[in-house]
């Protein structure tokens, strides 16, 4: 929801004409996912670029099999796969000066869950500022104003997931999202009082 609310905003900014959408599935993306990029592209009339990168993972498994000999799996190759997708689109940066705009939004940024130099990679960081549950917020908002489903229902309604493993979910790793964003809105007003200034 993340990425699609990013995307709805540049075209709402920049135009559909100025605004390239990149898919990158692994073999943990689920179909839903792949199936609601496509729609979401169509509605919003943007370019999308599908660059599959199961065969990177199995580059980086290959190379790394030597040293990680003898460990499990675990969230190194989870990273992996935001990180390949970091390169992907600094490559597509750099060879058509287009702008990265990266897609965390600040609950997950303020508790670190995201991966540097894989989905915080970019240019700028459009929802920094924006709590998870606003981002659902805005994305019901979006559709109700376009009085039609701009952005699919189902990804509004899927469990959050960064799907990078199998039936991955933000809760196995978070708070639900209204708690852990109620915490994070109670720790910033407290450092507004501490530091005696307004936001």
Request: net charge negative; hydrophobic share 40%.
């Amino acid at each position: 929801v993340d990425s699609t609310l990013v995307a709805l905003i540049a075209v709402d900014a920049l135009g559909p004409e100025r605004v390239t959408c990149v898919t990158m599935p692994s073999p943990y993306s689920s179909q839903g996912t792949r199936d609601d990029a496509r729609v979401l592209a169509e509605n919003l009339g943007v370019e999308l670029l599908t660059l599959p990168i199961g065969e990177a993972m199995k580059g980086y498994d290959e190379l790394l099999a030597d040293v990680f000999a003898g460990r499990e799996p675990d969230i190194t190759e989870e990273n992996l796969q935001a990180r390949i997708r970091g390169n992907i689109v600094m490559a597509l940066s750099n060879k058509f000066g287009w702008l990265v705009v990266a897609t965390g939004n600040k609950s997950e940024m303020s508790v670190g869950y995201a991966t540097l130099y894989g989905d915080m990679a970019g240019g700028f960081a459009l929802l920094k500022d924006v709590y998870k549950t606003d981002v659902f917020r805005l994305a019901r908002h979006l559709n109700e104003r376009a009085g039609r489903e701009l952005i699919p229902q189902s990804t509004i309604d899927r469990a959050p997931s960064a799907e990078l493993r199998h039936n991955q979910r933000d809760e196995d790793s978070l708070p639900p999202y209204p708690k852990l964003d109620e915490v994070l809105e109670i720790a910033d007003r407290v450092t507004v009082l501490r530091d005696g200034r307004n936001r």
